[in-house]
């Protein structure tokens, strides 16, 4: 209990002063001699003069012997009314503006064995500034924490670190990768303070390879001035799928397959793209979204405190490059970008306060700029009738924040060259052909959130969307004991808010 000197009351023993009844002796208790003692109606002991325990009669005047400095602990001892004070019967130091504890005066404000109050101490390491013990966290952190006694102060910028593909989704224990579960007496987002927690959910699928131009004869095809070409997928992020090898088919462009995205409702792959007989160019197929509890939904519809990551997005597929049968050159298409990760899930649990000036974000990502190749453009070097460009690389999730498909590349004939002596083929014309574009990848699902507090304030922002929208967005849950947080800056799929 916190104990202010200096001051005239005290004291926080079981032991109640109710001082005298009366100042010297009246009415019936005349006839009392010093050193009498009765019990009164109310059951307390009366002793000198009628003073009631622990009051006793010093100088012919009813005195507490534990608060008074004239008479403390007996009738005779005085403290030094310049430099003390009487205690529960002891004459101890007047700490004026400081405090009294354990025995001694300390400054509450600054000392971490009684930060703000007499034996709340703050954790090694932690500094007690203006009563409070102040944690910054580091800038990357995952799992569960805690910091109990103290405030957690986030003005900065931290991050949640990635899901790693082996840690248990369902719980947020410490050392876990993909969330973060924080505990502390008062937690604070600062005004200009973030929790990055988005894109360190499920990993989105790899994005399929676009096809080589389709002149030439790479592939043991059945025409001989005509290629088969295929292209191969990228790789995926950590649970995502990796994007699809095309199989080789006669006379066909064939572009490679996206990934599906990871986790338990990540989004459909791209489908791969045939171009075949005398068919034009074809764009690959974008990645579909990753989801929360379902693809497609608004959250979930849970009422209790779990939460999910959000599981990633498909890759897209590659496009293919158009058949050229004339032999034109051909330009190679582009290959599809990668899905995009889901975001990961954040608990804030404090016994005090929550209060959000700042940003908490677990939205999913979304496409920000390519990562499928782009396909190069069909050239020609003497007589080798090399025509035909070569298909752009399929989009690798591990490259992150990015997830457009490439561009297919224009390919090119040089007028007058009329004949390719190696390979036997005659040039109908003189034009160019360009491949198709990657598709893009998918949007990842957003994360959860769960903020458990008597009292919780939100001035700044939450985001838990599905990339920017709020299907496939993640669950808000806020718990709390006094007036309901206005959520006017809550985005999510879903918002659910009740007293515990």
């Not at 000198?48 to 403390?72: F, I, Q, T, Y």
């Not at 109990?148 to 876990?176: A, F, H, K, M, R």
């Not at 677990?362 to 035909?388: F, M, P, Q």
């Amino acid at each position: 209990m916190m104990r202010r000197l200096g001051i005239a009351w005290l004291i926080g023993v079981s032991l109640l002063v109710v001082g005298c009844a009366s100042i010297g002796r009246t009415g019936a208790d005349q006839d009392a001699l010093p050193g009498d003692a009765e019990t009164s109606g109310d059951g307390s002991t009366v002793g000198d003069a009628g003073c009631v325990s622990p009051a006793a009669l010093c100088d012919g005047d009813c005195v507490d012997l534990l608060s008074d400095s004239d008479h403390c602990g007996s009738c005779t001892t005085q403290c030094d009314l310049t430099t003390e004070m009487c205690l529960a019967g002891q004459c101890v130091f007047d700490c004026g503006a400081e405090y009294f504890c354990g025995g001694t005066c300390v400054d509450t404000s600054s000392d971490p064995q009684n930060c703000g109050e007499c034996d709340l101490q703050c954790p090694t390491g932690i500094n007690c500034v203006n009563g409070e013990c102040i944690v910054h966290l580091d800038p990357s952190i995952s799992g569960r924490v805690e910091y109990p006694n103290s405030t957690v102060l986030i003005d900065g910028d931290i991050t949640v670190q990635p899901y790693n593909g082996s840690d248990d989704v369902t719980t947020c224990d410490p050392g876990e990768t993909g969330c973060l579960h924080l505990v502390a007496r008062r937690i604070e987002v600062a005004s200009g303070g973030t929790i990055h927690a988005e894109g360190a959910g499920f990993g989105g699928g790899g994005g399929g390879g676009g096809a080589p131009g389709t002149t030439g004869t790479s592939f043991n095809c059945s025409h001989v001035c005509v290629s088969c070409s295929a292209g191969s997928g990228g790789a995926g992020h950590i649970g995502g799928g990796n994007g699809v090898n095309a199989i080789l088919g006669d006379v066909q462009s064939i572009s490679g397959g996206g990934g599906s995205g990871g986790g338990p409702h990540g989004g459909v792959a791209g489908a791969v793209v045939i171009s075949s007989g005398s068919e034009g160019t074809k764009n690959g197929l974008g990645g579909g979204r990753g989801g929360y509890a379902g693809n497609g939904i608004n959250g979930d519809n849970t009422t209790d405190m779990s939460l999910r990551l959000g599981s990633g997005g498909g890759g897209g597929s590659g496009g293919a490059a158009a058949y050229e049968p004339a032999y034109s050159s051909v330009g190679g298409s582009g290959g599809g970008g990668a899905g995009n990760r889901g975001g990961g899930y954040v608990i804030l649990e404090a016994t005090v306060e929550v209060l959000i000036a700042g940003t908490l974000s677990t939205a999913g990502r979304t496409a920000l700029s390519g990562n499928g190749g782009g396909g190069t453009n069909g050239s020609h070097g003497g007589y080798t009738c090399d025509l035909e460009g070569s298909g752009g690389d399929g989009g690798n999730a591990a490259a992150a924040g990015s997830s457009a498909g490439g561009n297919g590349e224009l390919g090119y004939f040089a007028a007058g060259w009329n004949e390719c002596i190696e390979r036997q083929c005659e040039n109908n014309g003189s034009h160019s052909v360009s491949g198709g574009t990657g598709g893009a990848g998918g949007d990842g699902a957003g994360g959860g959130v769960l903020i458990i507090a008597p009292s919780v304030i939100l001035s700044g922002t939450i985001n838990a969307l599905g990339g920017t929208a709020t299907a496939n967005g993640g669950t808000v849950k806020i718990l709390h004991q006094s007036t309901a947080p206005s959520t006017t800056g809550v985005s999510a799929g879903r918002i659910y808010l009740t007293t515990y």
